[in-house]
């Protein structure tokens, strides 16, 4: 596949909305995503999605795609790597995200924009913004006079 110039700065854009899932996501046992993957229980990996996703993103946003992988050996560290859509209001973003012992990637495979700027870099920004107003942020009190 060949990459497009601004698929570093969107890849950037997607690792940062979702790190607070991933960490979410970490709390669950490999083993079981292993099994839920192997065993082809793909409905039970996207209720973890669900889940995790829930505190940080509007209903809807952030969901498993097509399932995942596990790559499982003898000789090495175990690698799970799940198919997920961010879906905000006007885009549509494939990637995937591995999770191994100490490290998590994202691979942006494609993204959809439902009203496309010719410029690449407006529909970097439109993603961005999108992404933030499909956020659900904690909001702090306000203090009593």
Not at 5 to 14: F, G, L, M, N, Y
Not at 79 to 95: A, N, Q
């Amino acid at each position: 596949m060949n990459r497009q110039p601004h698929a570093h700065s969107r890849e950037a854009i997607v690792a940062n909305a979702i790190q607070q899932v991933v960490g979410e996501l970490r709390l669950i046992d490999v083993a079981d995503y292993i099994a839920f993957i192997r065993l082809e229980h793909f409905a039970c990996l996207s209720d973890l999605v669900d889940s995790a996703a829930e505190l940080y993103f509007m209903p809807g946003t952030l969901r498993l795609g097509h399932g995942g992988e596990a790559h499982v050996d003898w000789s090495g560290n175990p690698r799970v790597v799940l198919d997920l859509e961010l879906r905000p209001p006007g885009v549509t973003v494939y990637f995937q995200l591995a999770l191994s012992e100490h490290t998590a990637s994202v691979v942006v495979n494609y993204v959809s924009f439902q009203r496309p700027n010719e410029d690449p870099e407006r529909n970097t920004e439109l993603l961005e913004a999108v992404l933030e107003r499909a956020r659900i942020r904690r909001t702090e009190p306000l203090a009593l006079p």
